[in-house]
């Protein structure tokens, strides 16, 4: 009789469990998702409608607004420049980063600790402190208000980041392909090229992906080193739609909305690599 | 492996560049702001040497003090609020639930879209005149709880510091990254023993998701401390400076020319930041688990 009662308990509190657990996972979804659709129904609807009925379904889906959006902010040269920052960067931080990671992870030499001391305490620096000294050195070397200054930058900074993904994943290659091909005569260079690298990819994919959408989500820095419109970024260009689209709020929307297409697109391709590269420590300083 | 000569030329050689870019834009940044901490300075004339004097400006300047605090009320809310409702949702999730995949895909996302974007979305939400929220509130006939959220001087903090609380997938992920690790035959030996879901949870998953755990909240805490976008783009640190934070405050040294106290703040925020990391670890050091 008690064993049954027991058994009774134990089964309306998990029922009652299970209801909670929904009831938590629907509504951080909800949360997550519905001012994004918010933003993407807004977007196609006219300013009137807006201001009437925030909530109601445009009567004419406006896809005028995005021909209006693209036209009004400039948004094809903006979007341009944040490709080349974005591409550049996480070219020169990727080929900087694997040279670090091969020393780091396939060799023993003095330093080596020091080394990833000083990378993960980097990680965790707060660089919107550094502020200051970046807007000098830039100004100094003569690349204020250029793509360049940003390109170099942006590889720079994450540097600790994607070395510390990409040796994580190098450390996990066996020494005795290497020890083979030393036998067979193949020196730092080629071994570095032909053997380490290719067997590396998951990792420099990681580290990549998480560097563009870095930088094509970096404010900060774009804002503190750039001001003329010719190099202005996407992000620069979502903060000035306020003055270009004054009260033109559905275009507005449009502009944004386009600018959060395509790190939504890469996260979705990539999400795998990302969400493993998480969760394997690729962050635990 | 013993190293050839040409091992060392070429770990030399590798090294290089990337040393070389982390000391111009990590450690001579870091020590400049420390040196030049101490001198008066506005990017043109000569910089003179004026002592603490520009820390005991900062320190005695209420707008510097409530970015301070604002900066603490924020790690607090991140380290206590986010991460725990972060681990709770990694626990739901690491069952495997119905479409997990894509709960966890999309508690991720505001993660990979701008603080930029999230501005302006949220500053859509909270617009007095046609915003989400106070619809929301008319449409159930609460009008007198509808409020300017971003103007006025009581709701202007916690609403710039709320939305992204329940952000919770980049803290989820690596939590997660951890419970997927622990073997099955904990839990068994837990079922044996009549455990439920919760006590499992607490006497096996938390201890042994710590080391993510406290990740997150070093994360978490790190990141509250260098907040600028947000505020800069809600509300540039108004009304009143009530929202300011401590890197909105650097910013606007900056933009004044005015170095000294710039990089003081700086110095101070670096301090601050060592000092909360150095007491996360300790504090988790003394977490015994099994």
């Not at chain 1, 993407?40 to 959006?69: D, H, I, M």
């Not at chain 1, 994450?158 to 993904?165: A, F, L, N």
């Not at chain 2, 013993?2 to 870019?21: E, H, M, N, V, Y």
């Not at chain 2, 040196?35 to 320190?59: E, Q, T």
């Amino acid at each position: 009789m008690t064993e049954f009662t027991l058994h009774k308990k134990r089964n309306t509190i998990s029922s009652i469990l299970n209801v909670l657990k929904w009831l938590l996972i629907i509504f951080f979804a909800v949360y997550t998702l519905f001012p994004l659709i918010w933003l993407v129904v807004s977007s196609l609807k006219t300013n009137t409608e807006l201001f009437g009925s925030p909530f109601a379904l445009p009567k004419e889906w406006q896809f005028v607004n995005y021909q209006s959006a693209i036209q009004v902010s400039g948004m094809p040269l903006m979007m341009a420049n944040s490709i080349i920052v974005g591409l550049a960067s996480t070219l020169i931080n990727a080929i900087i980063s694997c040279m670090l990671a091969y020393c780091l992870s396939r060799f023993v030499f003095k330093g080596r600790g020091f080394i990833y001391t000083l990378f993960s305490a980097g990680i965790l620096v707060p660089l919107n402190a550094l502020m200051v000294p970046y807007f000098v050195t830039i100004n100094k070397l003569g690349l204020y208000n250029t793509l360049i200054g940003l390109i170099i930058l942006y590889s720079s900074t994450g540097i600790p980041m994607s070395t510390i993904i990409i040796s994580g994943l190098m450390d996990s290659i066996p020494h005795d392909i290497e020890e083979a091909a030393i036998i067979d005569g193949c020196g730092f260079y080629r071994r570095f090229t032909k053997i380490i690298l290719p067997l590396s990819r998951n990792g420099i994919m990681t580290a990549a992906t998480f560097q563009f959408i870095t930088c094509w989500n970096e404010f900060v820095f774009a804002n503190l080193l750039t001001s003329s419109q010719n190099v202005r970024t996407i992000q620069l260009g979502i903060r000035y739609f306020t003055n270009q689209f004054s009260t033109d709020f559905v275009s507005m929307y449009a502009a944004t909305v386009l600018s959060i297409i395509p790190s939504v697109l890469l996260f979705v391709v990539f999400q795998n690599r990302i969400i493993s590269g998480l969760g394997s420590g690729a962050v635990k300083g | 492996m013993k190293l050839s000569g040409q091992d060392r030329i070429g770990i030399a050689t590798f090294l290089l560049p990337g040393l070389l870019l982390f000391l111009l834009f990590f450690i001579i940044p870091v020590v400049y702001v420390f040196a030049l901490s101490f001198f008066k300075w506005d990017g043109l004339s000569d910089a003179s040497f004026v002592g603490i004097s520009n820390y005991s400006r900062i320190l005695s300047n209420s707008v510097f003090r409530r970015s301070v605090t604002n900066n603490l009320i924020w790690a607090l809310t991140a380290t206590l609020v986010q991460v725990p409702l972060a681990t709770l949702m990694a626990l739901i999730l690491n069952e495997k639930p119905r479409g997990w995949k894509v709960f966890r895909t999309v508690y991720y996302l505001p993660q990979v879209i701008s603080g930029v974007a999230l501005a302006m979305l949220w500053q859509a939400m909270y617009n007095s005149e046609y915003g989400f929220l106070n619809g929301v509130l008319k449409l159930l006939g609460l009008d007198h709880l509808c409020h300017n959220w971003l103007g006025e001087l009581n709701t202007a903090l916690p609403a710039v510091l709320i939305y992204w609380v329940f952000y919770v997938g980049y803290y989820m992920v690596i939590v997660m990254g951890d419970l997927s690790g622990i073997g099955e035959e904990f839990y068994e030996a837990a079922e044996i023993d009549g455990a439920g879901k919760i006590r499992q949870a607490i006497h096996i998953s938390i201890p042994l998701a710590k080391n993510g755990i406290a990740t997150c909240v070093t994360l978490a805490a790190v990141l509250s401390l260098r907040q600028f976008e947000q505020v800069f783009l809600l509300t540039n640190g108004g009304p009143a400076n009530r929202t300011s934070t401590m890197v909105l405050y650097l910013y606007k040294q900056l933009q004044d020319l005015r170095y000294g106290p710039a990089n003081a703040s700086s110095v101070m925020l670096i301090l601050l930041g060592i000092a909360v990391i150095m007491s996360i670890r300790w504090l988790f050091s003394r977490w015994r688990t099994i």
